[in-house]
């Protein structure tokens, strides 16, 4: 994982199509990293995301693509892949010529964007995560055969903003992204829920179990951010010989834990091939 290539430029222009929740974990981002709030344009159709994104962060937020689009150097593309191609159709005629998009849909193809948006764009496909409202985003990026150099580096100081980031030269592996760190987040709060469940099943009141659980799964993410010592290694250091953790790790081994968040990840690999289909319509 990489930082970013070069600091984003103070003077960047962004358009964000769709303000839902990962546009606003990308903006929450940026304007903590010092982004200009001014030169951020959101299109989004609701008007109470709207007003939330302009009293929290002081971007500008409009229901029209076409407003948010004009002049802009980077458009971001946030919404569901489902409604994507309906998008750009709409927008196509509106993209400024040398305007770099990039996509952060599950599973759709810079190609798929490139023709939707008319054809003969740049396209980077980028798969964020909620944590970069935080700073501590992961994002897998490629870069589709018509980009350059400098729009590389742009995309990276865009995502690069908001955590770490990660290029990958095969596209097919983008959907790998997505499953293992895009939608990775979820799988550690699911983590979450049911410690603090089992916690409260196991006679701790509820209010105990939730901060235990919740500080736990924090303290341990943190200790993997920071050293490099590999997760497995962590793990040894905190199962003694014969104690409680050696207990509780073989019995979920047993229960095939592994496999079951192989088969997991696979699932997530396979629902994004299958958006790019279904998107086809
Ligand atoms: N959530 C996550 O953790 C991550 C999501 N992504 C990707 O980000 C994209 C957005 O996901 P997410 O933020 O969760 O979804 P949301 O539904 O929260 O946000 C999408 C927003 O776009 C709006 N919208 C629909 N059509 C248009 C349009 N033509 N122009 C402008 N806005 C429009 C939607 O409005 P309405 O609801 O009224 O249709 C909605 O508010 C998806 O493609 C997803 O794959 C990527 C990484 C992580
Ligand atoms: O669930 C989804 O499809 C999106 C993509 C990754 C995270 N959320």
Redesign the pocket.
């Known amino acids: 994982m990489s930082e970013a290539a070069s600091a984003l430029p103070r003077d960047i222009r962004i358009a964000f199509?769709?303000?839902?929740?990962?546009?606003r974990a990308l903006i929450g981002g940026l304007c903590r990293r010092g982004a200009e709030p001014g030169r951020i344009r959101v299109?989004?159709?609701?008007a109470a995301?709207r007003e939330g994104l302009k009293a929290d962060f002081g971007v500008v937020a409009t229901a029209s693509?076409t407003e948010a689009v004009a002049d802009a150097d980077v458009v971001l593309l946030?919404?569901?892949?489902q409604?994507?191609r309906?998008?750009l159709g709409?927008l196509a005629a509106s993209l400024p010529d040398g305007a770099l998009l990039v996509s952060?849909?599950?599973g759709l193809t810079s190609s798929q964007i490139d023709r939707w948006a008319g054809g003969g764009r740049r396209v980077v496909r980028a798969?964020?995560?909620?944590p970069a409202l935080i700073g501590q985003g992961a994002t897998g990026l490629f870069a589709s055969a018509a980009c350059d150099e400098a729009d590389r580096d742009r995309a990276e100081a865009l995502l690069g903003a908001v955590g770490a980031c990660a290029w990958v030269e095969e596209e097919s592996q983008m959907d790998a992204v997505?499953a293992l760190s895009?939608s990775g987040?979820a799988y550690l709060f699911l983590l979450a829920e049911a410690m603090q469940a089992a916690g409260e099943r196991e006679g701790l009141p509820a209010d105990v179990a939730r901060r235990l659980a919740r500080q736990t799964v924090a303290g341990a993410a943190a200790m993997l951010v920071a050293d490099e010592t590999e997760a497995g290694e962590q793990r040894r250091r905190v199962t003694s010989p014969n104690g409680t953790t050696q207990a509780a790790v073989e019995s979920l081994q047993a229960d095939g834990f592994e496999a079951l968040v192989g088969r997991a990840i696979a699932a997530a690999r396979r629902r994004g091939a299958e958006l790019s289909a279904a998107a086809e319509g």
């Open positions: 199509i769709g303000g839902g929740n990962m546009a299109a989004e159709p609701q995301l693509g946030a919404v569901k892949p409604v994507m309906e998008a709409d952060i849909a599950a798969m964020p995560n909620t997505t895009g987040p």
